[in-house]
């Protein structure tokens, strides 16, 4: 089946500029996670939406990054007044989340947004 | 909140020899412990996960094992090929009843050296 997609794949932008970033995750995932990978540095959680709602947003670098989903489906994360500093790859993964029984921990990746402020 | 340490960041071997690579965590509370691996350009990919009322699991070369008295766990890659050449993250999610999001170390750079 499909797996986890995201858009753009590579995004140049100048700094002080908005930038929007997309996330469409597996099917029947509730859970949706939003990390971020600077160059040859691990990954740094930036917040977690079980369904529409996001219990943990402790992530979040500044008040610049914003994220939403809405239907529980897709996701966008929105970065203002870009900074040289959020040059990253953003990566999304989801989960079956929050189901009977318990939650249900296996997240699944995205190939990321290449996302590059000049 | 977790904190995941894990070393080596760098691993070379032999082709056909093991590889071990460990992490530490913090918050006792953590019952989950994925393991990723990340090609240079792609998307890192779960190969191995143990949860917290387990101590070992393996699946054909690859192992993990977990003892959470000493709060470590550890992922055993037998008979390395080039194709095990990568970056594999260790990560753990704290406890608390939710599906939470990971906290991941920083990355061991395996090379199987022919």
């Known amino acids: 089946g499909a797996g986890v997609s995201q858009s753009p794949s590579n995004k140049v932008t100048e700094k002080g500029k908005d930038v929007e970033l997309r996330c469409d995750p597996i099917?029947?995932?509730?859970?949706l996670y939003w990390y971020r990978q600077s160059l040859g540095q691990g990954l740094e959680f930036l917040i977690y939406?079980?369904?529409?709602?996001?219990?943990?947003k402790s992530g979040l670098p500044s008040d610049r990054f914003s994220a939403e989903r809405t239907g529980g489906s897709v996701s966008t994360l929105t970065i203002q007044r870009t900074q040289q500093e959020d040059s990253a790859v953003y990566l999304c993964?989801?989960?079956?989340?929050?189901?009977?029984?318990?939650?249900?921990?296996?997240?699944?990746f995205g190939p990321g947004t290449r996302l590059t402020v000049t | 909140g977790e904190n995941v340490e894990q070393h080596p960041s760098t691993l070379s071997v032999q082709e056909g020899d093991s590889a071990v690579i460990k992490c530490t965590y913090s918050?006792?509370?953590?019952?989950?412990f994925p393991w990723y691996k990340q090609e240079l350009g792609k998307r890192p990919q779960l190969i191995i996960d143990?949860?917290?009322?387990?101590g070992e699991k393996k699946d054909q070369r690859i192992a993990v094992t977990l003892n959470k008295t000493a709060k470590h766990f550890s992922l055993h890659i037998t008979e390395t090929q080039p194709e095990d050449s990568a970056v594999y993250f260790c990560?753990?999610?704290?406890?608390?009843?939710?599906?939470?999001?990971?906290?991941f170390g920083k990355g061991t750079h395996l090379i199987i050296q022919p």
């Open positions: 993964a989801s989960s079956l989340g929050l189901v009977s029984g318990g939650p249900t921990y296996e997240q699944y």
């Open positions: 099917s029947g995932h509730t859970a």
């Open positions: 939406f079980q369904g529409n709602s996001a219990p943990d």
């Open positions: 918050d006792s509370a953590s019952n989950y």
């Open positions: 143990i949860r917290s009322n387990v």
């Open positions: 990560a753990a999610v704290p406890g608390g009843g939710g599906a939470d999001g990971l906290t």
